[in-house]
């Protein structure tokens, strides 16, 4: 490994000025969303720096009905870093050297490209530098993967003029022609992609007036419930989707096309029926408007993994911007 950084530092320092004078055309890259490649020496893998690896990209999603990776992992070794395995979109580079540091590249051998090395004087200093740096090595390879995914949707999506709600209440997102309408009032909207058959991909896109004497957070569950009780019915008679009262959504701050807000992840099920899934709410607040803009992706899929699923909605939800 002490051989394998400096060249890898190197191959940098040599695509970098090959930049400077003319535009390099690359290779696309390859690999799903949310995989990510990881070069380290087996012995390294294999014991407590892979344990530390593995604790940050083999996390669990939040608020997924089963178990779920952050990323999936595939690990080579630095011999066995060859071409082959050099178009990978996300690669994290691990190992040992004279000097501490961590470093992020872009389009380094393919377009697009990250890739993340983080180097230790010895394998207790790369764990504690893997542990310094894990929401920066999170968030990394994850906003890449969500660009790249809004790259490919963002040409062939829904025109704002197509869209009633979005043309009343003053905001659009990017939502993929592959979703079809399902309720467009002017208040709200529901849109839908079939995965199977019975599967299904949703989001929606509202609003609630602000609760001057209540905390937000409060009201996130309320309106959810009240907005699936008026708007998405179950297949008997009577049932609506609710938030699952034995399980607590994740909630926190955030920042939505510039506003404050909030993210709430967690389970969805229908009252009077057996049908449920996860979902991802953005509750943003429109303090000019005295309103809460709520967009929304739920997933159902029972039996099968979700997380890239809700991985794309997210994506989708994170192109909101507002018209007026």
């Avoid at 320092?13 to 890259?29: D, Q, R, V, W, Y």
């Avoid at 995989?35 to 407590?48: C, E, F, P, R, Y």
């Avoid at 509750?283 to 794309?312: H, Q, W």
Wanted: glycine share 6%.
């Amino acid at each position: 490994m002490k051989i394998f950084i400096p060249l890898f530092v190197i191959s940098i320092l040599l695509l970098s000025c090959g930049n400077e004078n003319k535009e390099i055309t690359l290779p696309a890259s390859t690999g799903a969303i949310n995989d990510v490649l990881v070069v380290m020496d087996d012995s390294m893998w294999k014991g407590n720096v892979g344990d530390s690896v593995r604790n940050i990209l083999a996390a669990p999603v939040l608020g997924l009905p089963q178990e779920e990776t952050q990323f999936s992992i595939t690990q080579v070794t630095p011999k066995t870093f060859n071409n082959l395995f050099k178009a990978n979109r996300n690669i994290l580079f691990a190992g040992t050297d004279k000097s501490t540091g961590f470093s992020v590249q872009q389009k380094i051998y393919a377009s697009p490209q990250v890739g993340i090395t983080i180097i230790g004087k010895n394998k207790n200093e790369l764990i504690a530098e893997l542990g310094k740096h894990k929401d920066s090595i999170l968030r990394t390879f994850k906003n890449g993967d969500l660009k790249m995914y809004q790259k490919r949707f963002t040409q062939n999506s829904w025109a704002t003029s197509e869209v009633e709600t979005f043309k009343n209440l003053g905001f659009k997102i990017d939502i993929p022609q592959d979703f079809a309408k399902v309720t467009d009032t002017g208040d709200f909207l529901w849109f839908r992609k079939y995965i199977t058959r019975s599967n299904s991909m949703n989001i929606l896109a509202y609003t609630m007036p602000l609760q001057v004497n209540d905390t937000v957070i409060n009201t996130i569950v309320a309106n959810r419930n009240t907005i699936g009780e008026k708007y998405i019915p179950g297949q008997f008679e009577g049932s609506y989707m609710i938030t699952e009262a034995a399980y607590t959504p994740f909630i926190k701050p955030t920042t939505i096309a510039g506003k404050k807000a909030y993210e709430t992840r967690g389970k969805w099920e229908v009252k009077g029926d057996f049908m449920a899934g996860p979902f991802l709410n953005y509750t943003i607040l429109d303090k000019e408007n005295n309103r809460l803009i709520v967009i929304e992706g739920f997933t159902y899929a029972p039996s099968i993994k979700k997380r890239d699923y809700m991985f794309e909605l997210e994506a989708i939800l994170k192109t909101i911007q507002f018209t007026n």
